[in-house]
């Protein structure tokens, strides 16, 4: 069973930077992929950020290409989710995801995936 606990949101101004992480425990992540998704007011789920532990391979959705970077850290056993150039649109609750399904890298979830509480990002304007 995977554990995991988000940290890091808040309120920032638009234009701002905010540095979201979660904390893994529970096993071992070596053929896990790890995933941060967003829910905004009255929007579904939507993929954000992708990687794979083993060889810290990347994806992103297009809207924050060029503006999130998504990391992971095996000494910490935290994957970390760096947003800069903030904006509005990007205020939702962020989810921090973990499975073992290949497919998860291209943001697809399956019954198996761990999430953790979700923390609130606020963009204002």
């Known amino acids: 069973q995977v554990h995991l606990v988000e940290s890091g949101g808040g309120l920032v101004q638009a234009g701002g930077s905010l540095r979201l992480s979660c904390t893994v425990s529970?096993?071992?992540?070596?053929?896990?992929?790890m995933a941060w998704y967003r829910q905004g007011p009255r929007k579904g789920r939507e993929f954000v950020a992708s990687?794979?532990?083993?060889?810290?391979?990347?994806r992103y959705t297009d809207s924050v290409k060029g503006r999130f970077t998504i990391s992971r850290d095996d000494a910490k056993n935290t994957v970390t989710l760096q947003m800069n150039n903030l904006n509005p649109a990007d205020t939702a609750v962020y989810y921090c995801?973990?499975?073992?399904?290949?497919?998860?890298?291209?943001?697809?979830?399956?019954?198996?995936?761990?999430w953790g509480q979700g923390t609130q990002v606020t963009v204002s304007s």
């Open positions: 529970g096993r071992t992540l070596t053929d896990y992929t």
């Open positions: 990687v794979r532990w083993s060889n810290s391979d990347t």
């Open positions: 995801s973990a499975d073992a399904a290949s497919a998860h890298f291209l943001g697809v979830t399956t019954e198996f995936a761990s």
